[in-house]
Every structure is written in structure tokens, then in C-alpha cells.
């Protein structure tokens, strides 16, 4: 059974770092691109990150490069973000996604065919 659990959430500070964790079972994350989403209330579902099953290359948004990192860690299967210089406006919920239609940038949320249920990260001071 394919899983995804994301976990690491919590209520920050801004500037503060965070790392979320995505624990997969079922199958093995370096045969899926891995992507990371955000979902603030009233807003829609925005792609973050994504790491390649390909290569490894990662894809980052706009809003988010240069400050957020993603890295895999085969051993213990699991696809990890780190949050850095976080903003009141990364607040939101985030997911991690497993695809395979694509071969490079970040992928549609349509394509991701396995989804975690969330993490709350939260940015105030």
C-alpha cells in the first residue's frame, strides 16, 4: 500500500529554519519524482518543490528558491524540505506528492498520482 506521511510542522518564527520529513512506504522515492505543495487558506494549491526520480535535480517555485531545499534520503525513504528565512506568508499547509509523467521541473498537481495528508506550518511572530 503506497503511503505518504509528512511530518515536522509546527509554529515558527520568522527566520527561523524547518525541516519537514516525507516518509514513504510502498514504493521506493528515488522511482517517483517527490514534490512539496503549500495550500494557504483561500488560496489555491501552489507547487514548491520537486526532486527528480530521474537524476535527483530539484525544481523549486519562484517564491520559495533560495531559501528551501529538498533532499532525499534513500536509506530511510524519505524526501525531506528544509524551510530557511521562513515569511508570515509560507504559512499554509504542506503536502508531499510522488509522480512519474514527467521527467524534469516541478510537475502539475494533476500529474502526482499519491499524496501525503498535510503538515501545518505556521509563521508569526
Known amino acids: 500500500q503506497v503511503q505518504l506521511v509528512e511530518s515536522g510542522g509546527g509554529l515558527m518564527q520568522p527566520g527561523g529554519p524547518l525541516r519537514l520529513s516525507c516518509a514513504a512506504s510502498?514504493?521506493?522515492?528515488?522511482?517517483?519524482?517527490i514534490g512539496w505543495f503549500r495550500q494557504a487558506p483561500g488560496k489555491e494549491r501552489e507547487g514548491v518543490s520537486c526532486?527528480?526520480?530521474?537524476?535527483?535535480?530539484?525544481y523549486y517555485s519562484h517564491s520559495v528558491e533560495g531559501r528551501f531545499t529538498t533532499s532525499s534520503d534513500n536509506a530511510q525513504n524519505t524526501v525531506y524540505l528544509q524551510l530557511n528565512g521562513l515569511k508570515p506568508e509560507d504559512t499554509a499547509v504542506y503536502y508531499c506528492?510522488?509522480?512519474?509523467?514527467?521527467?524534469?521541473?516541478?510537475?502539475?498537481?494533476?500529474?502526482?498520482?499519491?499524496w501525503g495528508q498535510g503538515t501545518q506550518v505556521t509563521v508569526s511572530s
Open positions: 510502498g514504493f521506493t522515492v528515488d522511482s517517483y519524482n
Open positions: 526532486i527528480s526520480r530521474t537524476d535527483g535535480s530539484t
Open positions: 506528492a510522488a509522480g512519474r509523467g514527467w521527467d524534469y521541473g516541478l510537475g502539475f498537481a494533476h500529474e502526482y498520482n499519491y
